[in-house]
């Protein structure tokens, strides 16, 4: 619960957390993350793996083994949260240096720029249909909401998360009940009869739900660091990891039956169709206000988690930074902006769009994420000197050269197995069109950044403020 004296309107930004200000539940993460995976971006994802030639078994079977590997990775970070009492970004100092840890920042800053402006795209839709606007009028309120939200900060992003969490379970029981009244039972049931095994397409669906999952890894832990640290690791790790994988699977199997029932007609007009699965009147009106407010919690997480990143890229050059209230205004409006001038212009091209650019985040994240936790759970243990997480003249350095050559390593390493629209490896082919990068920018890094690391010694943990 809320102390008495924590106040509606964040005061921190990247400062660390000290105990006295420490709070809230573990219920709360289950239902942030929840609420923040039942939207319809997440329908659009698990219909992709049908919508580009999966089977509805196979691929249903994939998105499930991809949300337990890639909800795995995101939890495993949620947990520094409480520890640490830092935002998630941070801690990347100690794995890349003070001043090198800002290139993944600003690699992770892109990734919540492109989420958050093809999340503004469906849910501009969603609010034109309610309010009878346009697309691009609906966009601008979207965004307006999300800059109240962001600037607001951690308190009431629980609360909205918590509010989309109970919408959501509403929604989806509703429009799963209605997509199997409608849909003819017999169609469904000869769907799940083809079982035609294809390791291209059963790999595309573990890696969109795996991709979606290890995406939140650079920002989880802002969500969990105002935690008491003496929180039970497992239970943080059960709570995020178990609301994060039951949103996720739950919309992205709505996706999956969805499109294999639409007889060609999701793809385009994604809002649209799920809507349609409700009727029309009153009905509609809700569902479209259901899937507004569930993106609302998720864009705002994106912008939130943007403006701690650049706050960190910022303070890694200047040492400590204090953010007041106008500078925290500054910098959210700044980022949706550029977000909503992105959906904007690239509202006519989201879903092909959307695929490429989801899967291509992978090639960046999964090194970071393989550094970060192996560094935290097998070279560290967690036990980070604070303090010189500000230092650039500190036991970290200015850059961690171990850290960099690992994630290097990692990406590099990747291109040749890598398949999207934006590039496609030689070694593609070779293996019937499969793309395993992420497996291998997983594995890679985590050994080569444990096999130069592990003789570092083990920093002493100072209760220090950024």
């Known amino acids: 619960m809320p102390k008495a004296n924590t106040p509606l309107i964040e005061r921190r930004s990247i400062d660390f957390i000290p105990e006295t200000e ?15 995976n039942l939207q319809i971006t997440a329908i659009v994802t698990g219909a992709l793996a049908v919508v580009l030639g999966g089977d509805v078994f196979w691929s249903l079977i994939g998105l499930f083994i991809g949300q337990l590997l890639g909800g795995g990775v995101m939890a495993l970070h949620a947990v520094q949260g409480p520890r640490l009492g830092l935002p998630q970004m941070i ?6 240096g003070v001043y090198g840890a800002a290139i993944p920042i600003v690699l992770v800053c892109l990734m919540y720029l492109g989420f958050t402006a ?4 469906l849910s501009g839709q969603a609010i034109a249909q309610l309010a009878g606007i346009s697309d691009s009028a609906g966009i601008l309120v979207f965004a307006t909401c999300i800059v109240v939200a962001t600037v607001l900060g951690y308190r009431v992003i629980h609360w909205v998360g918590r ?38 397409s059963f790999l595309l669906a573990v890696s969109l739900a795996a991709s979606w999952q290890i995406a939140y890894g650079p920002y989880v832990a802002d969500y969990s660091r105002y935690l008491p640290s003496a929180t039970s690791s497992w239970k943080t790790f059960a709570a995020v990891g178990a609301g994060s994988i039951l949103g996720a699977q739950a919309a992205m199997i709505l996706g999956v039956l969805a499109a294999a029932l639409a007889n060609g007609q999701f793809a385009g007009r994604e809002v649209a169709y799920i809507v349609g699965l409700g009727g029309s009147g009153v009905t509609a009106a809700l569902l479209y206000f259901s899937i507004a407010f569930g993106k609302i919690t998720i864009s705002t997480l994106n912008s939130y988690g943007s403006f701690m990143c650049i706050a960190t890229v910022i303070s890694g050059f200047r040492g400590h930074l204090e953010v007041s209230r106008l500078q925290r205004l500054f910098f959210v409006l700044a980022i949706v902006g550029a977000a909503t001038l992105v959906a904007l212009l690239g509202q006519r091209e989201f879903l092909g769009a959307f695929k490429s650019f ?3 985040l992978l090639t960046f994240f999964t090194p970071w ?33 171990a850290g960099l050559l690992a994630y290097g390593v990692g990406v590099l390493i990747q291109l040749p197995f890598l398949s999207t ?3 496609t490896g030689p070694l593609v082919a070779h293996l019937g069109g499969v793309d395993i990068s992420w497996i291998i920018g997983l594995l890679v890094p985590a050994v080569l950044y444990y096999l130069l690391a592990r ?6 943990t100072r209760p220090a403020a950024i």
């Open 91 to 96: 801690s990347s100092r100690v794995q890349f």
């Open 369 to 401: 994420s393989a550094v970060n936790l192996v560094d935290y759970y097998a070279v560290n243990h967690g036990r980070y000197d604070l303090a010189a997480l500000a230092d650039p003249d500190g036991r970290y350095g200015r850059w961690n050269r």
């Open 22 to 36: 420490r709070h809230g539940r573990l219920y709360s993460q289950f239902t942030l993350w929840l609420g923040a």
């Open 118 to 121: 093809t999340g503004t795209v």
């Open 163 to 200: 509010l989309a969490s109970v919408l959501g379970i509403l929604a989806f029981c509703y429009l799963f009940a209605r997509l199997i009244s409608l849909g003819d039972l017999g169609d469904l049931g000869a769907l799940l009869q083809i079982r035609h095994f294809s390791w291209a």
């Open 421 to 423: 629209k934006l590039y």
């Open 455 to 460: 003789r570092q010694p083990l920093p002493n």
């Open 358 to 360: 989801i899967l291509f």
